[in-house]
């Protein structure tokens, strides 16, 4: 009967019933046919007599079919509870999902992991997951084929119990892992920071940055410097040196610090985004970064970041950062974190609060060819003989500008024919844009620094500068001077005050690396490859100034368009500048500078046709002897210098010259001005004519006093620079309150007998409020007490006054000067004593002279101590020259003072 039920069909033995008989019929067909015969098999061996079998058959029967109904119960649920395991699965699946997003976006935050617990729970749901599909796999399996009215599996197997069986302890499992997920609220953590070495940056070549890698490695190993600032002119290697500074220094002080954080800023500063860069770098996680706004999140980086010690690298700052704002600490002692930026302008590391500066160099010839080799390649260099040393002309060009040396070098890479190295030279000279790589990646480069000046008389101030020749010292107030005539600085009525803004406008340039220092104090330098960048902008680059610059190459085409000419020294100009006699430049022309270039001679044609020009600049020309009349019809002409030449006399016609605002005849000697001419140029603010003390006055000087007389009934007139070596002209300065006050430039030369220049009468009436230069030459004087009166003076050269025993007398009596107040040389900034035998004293007592940065004496044997105590120049000097013999028997204030100045000493 057992195999006739397991192996029989259902129609054979089951007839169709209703649902609810059919299953109690199921149930009790079972358990007689398949469930009681297996165990009466067994009663009947383990009992003997009928009622001991009949007794343990009821009590079976009763516990089997209760144990039956059970098992039974398994078999009856086994779909509803597979369809509830599945159900409950794809919600613990779409948890899973959740919670691993969530993990995988913290995970993106640096330093950043899952929790434990979190990462035990995805792995538990991995896992039970498989079980739950191997499960309900097997359950599809076994509900496919249904007997029974579709309520038991046809083929019933002990693996068909044991997987119902199963079914409601694992739904109970994957609710646990549910319920487990409601009780874990954080998914991820701070990792515990192991001092992992900042991230290595891609980085060329370093050739020639030896010496300041060294600087700013010993700027940072000293504890007292927080903020490093490295400035210097663009392309010349700032973000290379740091670069170079993340991954050769930093990455051996690994443990040192905490994090390394490295931004670039750029020219329009994405403070939203910097704030993101340096967050993203910090071992640190927030949920809610994404949600905060920038004040928010400035909070939560200044909390973090206050707890670690960190090095913060800013590349390419272009004004002031507030890092606090950002919510970047202030680097000090508690935190003892480090923050070092590069920067174009030596202002923005003043700005930024820097603790030490390190300006980035351009390269030694030596460096410079090194690099240029290297671009180049050898197989170039020896592919001949000549390359090597046409090599050097060619880099030579670069002046040492790396960006500039990588470009050219490598554009030629593969040049191995010399007439290509020398047609190179010749293009650098004169057409530097065309060098391949020269526009895009140099001169674009450099442009954005033009580009931020910060006003459009700052940039046509620069872009001024080109006119000068290559490696030109451009004299300080020659350039201010040119910026006034031509208009540069009218917003400035007074030219004192346009003098105050040219000063500022070079500063400014100078701290923008687009100007340097020159080889003396009153000069500047420009950058030739800056100088190639703003001839490309003033000629080529859309300004609506043009510039035409000669010095050998020479070509007439190129003065069809030009606004402003510049003409400079060259051993053949005699024979080629008789093209100027013939009208060579057109009507537009607005600048005309020639100079040194062995001119003679002008056409009255030339001026005629040359009526627009406002500046004309004919100085240094030694054999230019006269001017035609013809110049008379310059009448927009402003500014005028005929300095250095050899012209004997003004023509009369100069005084149609009602536009003339700067008149400059320094060094003409014996240049005679006609009578009225002067006081007919009725707009004339700048006059100046001074000679070399060293040639003495000549016969000129008898004008100096006609001159001063027209020159004080100008209405305009308020800068004056003049020589003297008569009493009269110097007693009509001396009660001339206008002139007093124009003064601006005075040299006093050769003068017998001067007590006009220290007189009681005189001295209380003498205000120079304008004085900034001084020289005082083979003059018979006792002292120079009236200098107390001149708070501007910024130069003071005594020489060759074997009179002179004191420069400020103090203590004169009554209506005299009481004593010397503490503005007395306030804005002095050098100082040149030489051979005065009789001078034992400058001043009494110390002064502070703030702004002094050069001292030199020489030959004055009874100067025994310096006006100087330890507050003196502090900070401003520079050096102190002068015998050394002299030097060592100075008395001092105290031992302390003498070592401030003693390392300022040079000897001569």
């Not at 409601?168 to 487990?180: A, F, N, T, W, Y």
């Not at 980085?203 to 490093?228: H, M, N, P, Q, Y």
């Not at 000090?332 to 030490?356: L, P, Q, Y």
């Not at 500008?401 to 004169?430: C, E, F, H, Y």
Request: hydrophobic share 40%; charged share 25%.
């Amino acid at each position: 009967m057992y195999i006739a039920l397991q192996e029989g069909s259902r129609n054979n033995y089951f007839p169709s019933e209703s649902p609810t008989t059919t299953h109690n019929c199921h149930c009790f067909y079972f358990f007689l046919f398949v469930v009681l015969p297996a165990e009466f098999s067994s009663l009947v061996s383990r009992y003997s007599t009928v009622m001991e079998i009949c007794g343990a058959i009821l009590e079976t029967f009763t516990r089997l079919w209760d144990c039956t109904a059970t098992r039974i119960g398994y078999i009856r649920n086994l779909e509803n509870n597979l369809t509830s395991l599945k159900d409950t699965r794809d919600h613990l699946r779409s948890i899973y999902k959740d919670v691993n997003a969530e993990v995988e976006i913290a995970e993106k935050q640096q330093y950043v992991s899952r929790t434990n617990e979190v990462s035990d729970w995805l792995a538990k749901v991995e896992a039970k997951e498989k079980e739950v599909d191997l499960l309900l796999q097997k359950g599809e399996h076994a509900t496919q084929d249904r007997c029974l009215g579709n309520f038991c599996p046809r083929r019933y197997s002990r693996s068909t119990y044991k997987l119902a069986k199963s079914l409601p302890s694992k739904i109970g499992e994957v609710k646990s892992l549910i319920d487990r997920k409601r009780d874990c609220n954080v998914v991820a953590c701070n990792m515990p920071y192991q001092h992992a070495p900042p991230e290595v940056l891609p980085l060329g070549v370093t050739v020639g940055l030896e010496s300041s890698f060294d600087k700013l490695c010993s700027c940072f190993e000293d504890a007292s410097v927080r903020i490093i600032g490295l400035y210097g002119m663009g392309g010349v290697g700032k973000t290379t040196l740091l670069k170079k500074f993340n991954n050769d220094f930093l990455a051996m002080k690994t443990r040192d610090f905490d994090v390394v954080i490295w931004a670039l800023v750029s020219q329009e500063a994405n403070v939203v985004k910097l704030q993101e860069v340096i967050w993203n770098s910090l071992p640190a996680y927030d949920e809610k970064w994404l949600q905060k706004d920038f004040e928010q999140r400035a909070v939560l980086l200044f909390n973090t970041m206050k707890k670690k010690k960190f090095v913060l690298l800013l590349d390419d700052v272009w004004k002031r950062l507030d890092l606090l704002k950002l919510g970047v600490p202030p680097p000090d002692g508690e935190n003892e974190s480090k923050v070092i930026f590069t920067t174009r302008s030596e202002e923005v590391c003043g700005s930024m609060g820097a603790h030490r500066l390190i300006k980035v160099q351009c390269l030694t010839k030596k460096k410079a060819f090194k690099l240029f080799q290297e671009k180049v390649g050898e197989v170039t260099l020896n592919s001949h003989p000549s390359i090597p040393h046409l090599a050097e002309e060619v880099a030579e060009e670069c002046k040492g500008l790396p960006l500039a040396l990588i470009t050219v070098g490598r554009a030629m890479a593969n040049k191995k024919d010399p007439k290509q190295w020398k047609r190179a030279i010749q293009i650098l000279k004169s057409y530097p844009s065309k060098v391949s790589g020269m526009v895009d990646e140099v001169f674009l480069l450099l442009q954005f620094s033009y580009e931020n000046l910060p006003t459009a008389i700052h940039k046509i101030c620069f872009l001024y500068c080109s006119l000068f020749r290559e490696d030109h010292n451009i004299r300080i107030d020659e350039l201010i001077e040119l910026w006034i005539g031509e208009g540069f600085l009218d917003e400035f009525g007074d030219t004192y005050e346009a003098r105050y803004e040219g000063e500022d406008i070079i500063n400014y340039l100078k701290l923008a690396c687009l100007l340097e220092n020159g080889d003396s104090e009153d000069c500047v330098k420009m950058h030739d490859v800056l100088r190639d960048m703003s001839l490309w902008v003033a000629c080529e680059h859309g300004s609506s100034s043009k510039f035409a610059i000669f010095n050998e190459d020479y070509s007439l085409s190129k003065w069809k368009e030009a606004e402003r000419i510049s003409l400079w020294n060259s051993s053949d100009w005699h024979s080629r500048l008789k093209d100027l006699y013939e009208q060579p430049f057109s009507t537009r022309v607005l600048t005309m500078i020639v100079r040194d270039a062995m001119l003679q001679k002008f056409s009255d044609g030339f001026f005629r046709i040359g009526q627009v020009i406002k500046v004309l600049d004919l100085s240094h020309n030694s054999k230019l002897m006269e001017l035609p009349p013809g110049i008379g019809e310059l009448v927009c002409l402003q500014y005028l210098n005929l300095s250095y030449t050899r012209i004997k006399t003004l023509p009369v016609e100069l005084q149609k010259l009602k536009s003339l605002r700067c008149l400059l005849l320094n060094s003409t000697y014996s240049l005679i001005i006609p009578r009225m001419v002067l006081s007919n140029l009725v707009s004339l603010q700048l006059f100046s004519r001074l000679n070399s003390e060293s040639s003495g006055e000549s016969s000129d000087e008898s004008d100096r006093s006609l001159v001063l007389e027209e020159l004080k009934c100008l209405e305009h007139v308020n800068d004056l620079s003049i020589g003297l070596s008569n009493v009269e002209a110097l007693r009509i300065l001396l009660t001339s309150a206008k002139l007093q006050k124009c003064i601006n430039h005075l040299m006093l030369v050769y003068f017998s007998d001067a007590p006009l220049l220290y007189n009681s009468k005189h001295s209380k009436q003498i205000y120079y409020s304008n004085l900034r230069h001084l020289i005082v030459s083979s003059c018979k004087i006792r002292d120079l007490r009236w200098l107390a009166h001149a708070p501007c003076l910024q130069s003071l050269v005594i020489r060759y006054c074997y009179s002179l025993e004191e420069v400020i007398v103090e203590d004169l009596g009554a209506g005299e000067i009481q004593r010397v107040n503490g503005n007395t040389f306030a804005s002095l900034e050098t100082l040149e004593l030489v051979n005065l035998n009789r001078l034992r004293s400058i001043c009494t007592h110390a002064l502070r002279f703030p702004c002094l940065k050069k001292v030199v004496v020489l030959h004055c044997p009874a100067l025994e101590k310096l006006p100087f105590d330890s507050d003196s120049a502090k900070n401003s000097l520079e050096h102190i020259i002068g015998d050394y013999e002299w030097w060592v028997g100075l008395q001092w204030e105290d031992n302390s003072t003498e070592d401030i100045f003693w390392s300022k000493f040079q000897r001569t």
